[in-house]
């Protein structure tokens, strides 16, 4: 599958709106960082449908800097107060010192998935689905990152994951392209859309 997110900006570039097609070009939904106008701004995203009616959003959770680590919640509909979906943006001392993009780890359900970047060629991000995916198998590789087992290459995949889907930047079209072959990733166009902002943001930061 692949989706397509324009994004949409102020005369300083900065955003106001992203909008998320399907393949055929089709807008499925609207997202609007709302977050950015409160006096202490923040990285809420309001979802919306095609006819601006509010669908979803993404809230931040957790943030613990010492560790480099900041986590969001995607609430969807009247979902209650467990969230569909979170996102964890991970960068550790090394990282920010070679000015590395962070990586991110997205929990959808029972399946989790590992997102990581590179600030050269057209392809911004990779994401692997770590063999396994179960919760004991996601706690150890987050031990192993706090050990610093992480992998020293910027974007590099670990034995133990497996490829399922790029984000690219295209020089034309949408400012970002998601390809995705994970079935109960590709169908939740919502996270990868909210990870894709996520992104953006912290490249527009």
């Not at 057209?122 to 990152?145: H, L």
């Amino acid at each position: 599958m692949s989706y397509g997110i324009r994004k949409q900006t102020y005369a300083g570039q900065r955003a106001y709106r992203y909008q998320i097609s399907d393949e055929s070009g089709k807008v499925c939904y609207l997202a609007e960082p709302t977050g950015l106008l409160l006096p202490n701004p923040t990285r809420l995203i309001e979802f919306f449908d095609c006819e601006h009616r509010p669908v979803g959003c993404l809230k931040p959770l957790d943030v613990f800097l010492w560790r480099g680590e900041k986590s969001y919640g995607l609430f969807v509909d009247e979902g209650g107060e467990e969230p569909y979906a979170t996102i964890q943006e991970r960068a550790r001392l090394v990282d920010v010192l070679l000015l590395r993009l962070p990586r991110y780890d997205v929990q959808l359900g029972e399946y989790h998935y590992v997102a990581r970047g590179s600030r050269y060629g057209g392809c911004r991000y990779e994401i692997f689905c770590p063999r396994g995916g179960r919760a004991e198998d996601v706690g150890a590789e987050a031990a192993k990152i706090e050990q610093g087992a992480e992998s020293d290459g910027e974007g590099a995949p670990r034995p133990d994951e497996r490829k399922v889907g790029r984000i690219s930047c295209p020089t034309a079209g949408p400012s970002y392209v998601v390809e995705i072959d994970a079935a109960p990733l590709c169908q939740a166009l919502t996270v990868l859309a909210a990870l894709v902002i996520l992104i953006d943001l912290e490249l527009s930061a």
